[in-house]
């Protein structure tokens, strides 16, 4: 039975290059010198540092721009509180998504059941398989998630014949 799943995961690898990147770009700028302003990852929780708030401001648009370009979707990005350090310096932790939240994919198998389309859609973790009789079925299924689902950058693994 054709099937796929339905998750929610950033390029871990293109991510850590959007990261690198920023990183160059802020020790070449000419506004940055002399600054602390950097981003640091561990796995996929981030973390921006700079001098003041408005630095802080840029450390994440510069982000945000190297994302975009390396085909990472910025709403995989989760912005936390700004926290205070010592003096005027401030940082902030981004959460990277990795995986489809409960709550999304009751979302999901709710959507696709009440489209009355003849596939079937269970929770497998951190993923949601959708099985069905047609191909074609299962496409109409992935066109409407992309529609619907705005919010959550899903991708589609997975796919079987």
């Not at 370009?69 to 990795?98: S, Y």
């Not at 059941?113 to 959708?130: E, L, M, T």
Request: glycine share 4%; hydrophobic share 40%; aromatic share 6%.
């Amino acid at each position: 039975m054709p099937s796929f799943d339905t998750v929610l995961k950033a390029d871990a690898v293109e991510l850590r290059n959007a990261v690198e990147q920023t990183n160059k770009e802020i020790t070449g700028r000419f506004d940055f010198k002399g600054s602390d302003a950097r981003v640091e990852q561990k796995e996929f929780e981030l973390t921006a540092f700079a001098d003041s708030q408005f630095q802080l401001e840029q450390v994440l648009d510069v982000l945000r721009n190297k994302c975009a370009k390396r085909n990472v979707d910025v709403r995989f990005l989760v912005e936390k509180d700004v926290q205070k350090m010592g003096g005027d310096k401030v940082k902030q932790a981004i959460q990277v998504k990795n995986g489809v939240a409960t709550e999304d994919a009751k979302k999901i198998v709710k959507l696709i059941k009440d489209s009355k389309i003849k596939v079937q859609a269970s929770i497998q973790g951190d993923a949601v398989r959708v099985t069905g009789g047609k191909r074609d079925d299962l496409q109409s299924v992935m066109a409407m998630l992309r529609k619907d689902m705005e919010d959550l950058p899903l991708t589609f693994d997975n796919f079987r014949d």
